[in-house]
């Protein structure tokens, strides 16, 4: 059974917007099919959260024009300080709808690496972005919001990097919000070719204290043979929105994809983080950090499913609530029959600072092969006495002492972020928001 859905848009304002922004025609005709989709497809349904009657399909306005940037400089403090002035060679900035800056190497585009918005990706790539897009990760008739964000696109990113190509400096991603009737439905492809290797890493900045529109985000990664990708991102979207976010990858054979999250929204998020293991030796590593206040609503999937043989699957999530906040933790190991000697491991830990808060950690394996290893381990508890009269035996405050503690908490996926402006940015966010 289907809700009738009250959406902003008609499918002749999709047509247009397709045509406003020059789109290829196959991208015009692709949206009007996934808008056609909408109604019939059903909600995705996260374990032990209901959102029925969560907002995600009302907005003021689908797309704003903002300004560009000639240069860094002319970036707001906060977002300058993510990027090393020595380092500017590979970087690209939506403001807002706005593809607004981008900036790769000489020696980059000389070996055929591509950095560039979405809108364009479409006409000058048109043959690699339709392999791409929605077809082996995340899918139109998923649910209702995989079929919204074909539908609505307004922004996004596309990354790709030949094979044999080694990009050694990080590819770094801004998608800049600062206007409060803006909505992101932005989708991120990134493409690592046979024998390439890339470090990835997007920050969603907002420098408004309420949004009203939504944001509706989605990410597909692709490794080919024996390639290697970091992916790291650091949300920071405020109160106002209803989130979704999809990120999901696909390997193959004996590549390593790593996710390094840091998912530090103010406002009530849905967030999926998949990944198929379908190449035989692939490896997926899953690192993600939570942290709720106020009275949002979260809830966060992540799933690895092993299809090839010698597969890796690690999941770590730890989070931290306070205030009365909700966190579901539902991580999903799975190995599917004849994905011989895989191994899916995963361990969520979720810290309560607050009497009203609430957390769940959900480890789930699914395991329909014998020769395969598997585990979990999931804990929700307060901050351990025991630790902070140690600590606070040393002369530490009550106040220094929880917060040495949450950081050391959280520090296995901080430390994963390669570039100290973010890795700095995702340390003080932390800090403001369980302070």
Request: hydrophobic share 40%; glycine share 6%; aromatic share 8%.
């Amino acid at each position: 059974m289907t809700v009738e859905t009250k959406l902003a848009l008609t499918e002749q304002d999709v047509r247009s917007f397709s045509k406003k922004m020059n789109e290829a025609a196959w991208m015009t005709d692709f949206r009007a099919d996934a808008f056609a989709k909408v109604e019939q497809l059903p909600m995705p349904k996260p374990d032990k959260t209901r959102i029925d009657r969560w907002n995600f399909t009302e907005f003021p306005i689908h797309s704003v024009e903002s300004s560009v940037y000639a240069s860094l400089d002319e970036l707001p403090e906060e977002a300058r300080a993510l990027f090393d002035a020595n380092h500017q060679g590979n970087i690209y900035i939506q403001h807002n709808n706005t593809p607004a800056y981008v900036s790769l190497s000489d020696d980059l585009k000389a070996k055929g690496v591509i950095l560039t918005d979405i809108f364009t990706a479409t006409r000058e790539h048109a043959d690699l972005v339709k392999k791409y897009y929605m077809t082996d990760g995340v899918k139109v008739n998923d649910h209702k919001l995989t079929a919204l964000n074909a539908a609505f696109m307004n922004g996004g990113v596309f990354v790709y990097v030949p094979k044999n190509v080694v990009v050694e400096e990080p590819i770094q991603v801004l998608f800049l919000h600062d206007n409060e009737e803006a909505s992101l439905f932005n989708h991120v492809i990134v493409v690592a070719e046979a024998n390439s290797s890339l470090t990835y890493i997007e920050n969603y900045m907002s420098t408004v204290s309420e949004a009203r529109g939504q944001a509706n985000i989605v990410a597909e990664v692709f490794t080919g043979a024996n390639a290697q990708v970091t992916y790291g991102a650091v949300d920071m979207l405020p109160t106002g929105f209803t989130t979704f976010v999809s990120r999901r990858g696909v390997t193959g054979r004996d590549s390593r994809l790593n996710w390094a999250l840091g998912l530090m929204n103010d406002c009530d998020t849905i967030a999926e983080n998949i990944t198929h293991l379908v190449g035989d030796g692939s490896h997926c590593d899953m690192k993600t950090v939570v942290v709720g206040r106020g009275k949002q609503r979260q809830n966060f999937t992540t799933e690895i499913i092993s299809f090839g043989k010698n597969t890796n699957g690690m999941i770590l999530k730890h989070g931290v609530v306070k205030d009365e906040s909700t966190a579901i933790f539902n991580g999903i190991g799975k190995i599917v029959q004849g994905a011989t000697g895989s191994n899916a491991e995963q361990e969520s830990r979720m810290l309560i600072l607050s009497p009203r808060a609430r957390a769940d950690a959900n480890p789930v394996l699914l395991i329909a092969e014998d020769e395969v290893t598997a585990g979990h381990a999931a804990s929700v508890g307060r901050v351990d006495p025991l630790e902070m009269f140690y600590l606070m035996s040393r002369g530490i405050s009550k106040e220094e002492a929880e917060r040495l503690i949450i950081h050391g908490f959280l520090a296995p996926v901080v430390d994963q972020l390669k570039v100290e402006g973010v890795k700095k940015l995702l340390t003080e966010v932390i800090e403001r928001k369980v302070r």
